[in-house]
Structure formats: structure tokens, C-alpha cells
């Protein structure tokens, strides 16, 4: 199963991880990214909120892609990907990959591969919303 | 007609989200890129960094932009 799915509501990490359930699967890895208060370019902690957003037919197209990938390279048996857009708070998962697969070196490389190509392609953008002001993350040229 | 499509500082620097533009067929995305910035100048800041979908695949500067459906402008991308 393949599922990649941009959400505007909050992700239930438990809910996915016992979808993926399968008798031919002996590992599952879980990638969680959450909402946290610092970033690059502010260390303070002075980040108040994340706002996401998607270009999101072309967002779910290319993680089927990477998805497809994850199957063809690693043998996944299920790769199920829910990103969040709108507003977060700080703690609030962001991005939930869930990989299945027999064996689970393979469970956490195929976990790995799909959230750094995530952060690659996917048409997503975040702004981080500082105690003072705001700003597009990797927007500076 | 094509529909512009600007997400995140392109939206931004656009003051639009997106615009449907009359583009002749041989118009590459090079050239629309061109339009684009003449249109909107704030936008030659992420010129440089930012990509194009051309109908949501992503399209190198001599693509074909001409009858496409939607295009839409990439700046650099922060998912996760």
C-alpha cells in the first residue's frame, strides 16, 4: 500500500504505524517531524509557530514518486507519508513517514530515503513565525 | 490561457498567488521566467534559487512553457 497524502488536520502517528500491519512484514520504521522552537537562523527559541504550505496535487504526486522509489530500491511493503499544512504549534508533527518492510535494515533505510527526498523535491514551504517577525525558511538567496 | 501558480515568497513577491497568462506556443521556460520578472520585478531576488512546474513536473529553462495548463513557481522547498 502507498498512500502520500497532504492534510490540514492533525496527524495520528498510531493511527498509520497499525495500518501498515501485513504478516509478510517483520520491521516498521517511523520518521516524525515535529514543530520545534529553533531554527537556523534563529537559536534563541524565539520560534513561536510553523506555517506550512502546498502545492498539493504536485506535492502527493511526487511523494507517490519517491514512494514508488522506496518500494523498487528497499522492497517496502507499505509507505504511507501525511504531511500537515496550515498552521502548527511547537510539538506538532509536521510530517509522518511510516515505512514497512521484511527485514529492518531496510525498514530504516527506506524511511530515511523518503523523508531526505521529501525535503528535496516536494513542492512544501514553511515559514517560521519568530516572537518579532517572519520569515521563509531556505528563501534567501 | 495558462494559470501562473506562486506559492510561499513567490506569492509574496508576486502580491498575487496565482494569474492566467496568454503565452504563444514557443514560449520557453526561460523566456516566461523573463515575463514574469517584467511583470513583477521583486521576483528576480529568488530567479535565481527557484524552480518551474510546468503542468506539476519540474522544467529546465528550454522547456516548453507554451500550452501548458499550469505553471507554477517553486521557490526552494522546506517540507518536514
Known amino acids: ?141 | 490561457m495558462t494559470r501562473i501558480l506562486y506559492f510561499g515568497i513567490a506569492r509574496d513577491l508576486a502580491g498575487r498567488d496565482a494569474e492566467e497568462l496568454e503565452l504563444a506556443d514557443a514560449t520557453t521556460a526561460g523566456e516566461l521566467w523573463v515575463t514574469l520578472v517584467a511583470r513583477h520585478p521583486a521576483l528576480e531576488r529568488i530567479r535565481g534559487i527557484a524552480r518551474m512546474a510546468i503542468d506539476m513536473a519540474y522544467a529546465t529553462d528550454d522547456a516548453t512553457a507554451g500550452g501548458a495548463t499550469e505553471i507554477a513557481i517553486i521557490p526552494p522547498v522546506a517540507g518536514g
Request: charged residues 30%; negative net charge.
Open chain 1, 1 to 141: 500500500m502507498i498512500e502520500c497524502k497532504v492534510v490540514s488536520t492533525p496527524i495520528d502517528t498510531c493511527a498509520l504505524i497499525a495500518r501498515v500491519s501485513d504478516e509478510r512484514s517483520g520491521a516498521t520504521s517511523v520518521f516524525v517531524g515535529t514543530a520545534r522552537n529553533t531554527s537556523a537562523e534563529r537559536l534563541d527559541g524565539a520560534v513561536t509557530r510553523l506555517e506550512y504550505e502546498a502545492y498539493e496535487p504536485m506535492a502527493e504526486r511526487e511523494l507517490e514518486s519517491i514512494a514508488d522509489e522506496a518500494v523498487e530500491r528497499f522492497g517496502a511493503l507499505h509507505v504511507l507519508v501525511h504531511h500537515r499544512v496550515g498552521v502548527l504549534a511547537l510539538g506538532e508533527a509536521a510530517v509522518t513517514v511510516v515505512v514497512s518492510t521484511a527485514h529492518r535494515a531496510a525498514a530504516f533505510d527506506a524511511c530515511r530515503f523518503v523523508i531526505e527526498e521529501l525535503k528535496k523535491r516536494v513542492p512544501i514551504w514553511k515559514k517560521e513565525v519568530f516572537v518579532d517577525g517572519a520569515e521563509w525558511v531556505n528563501a534567501r538567496p
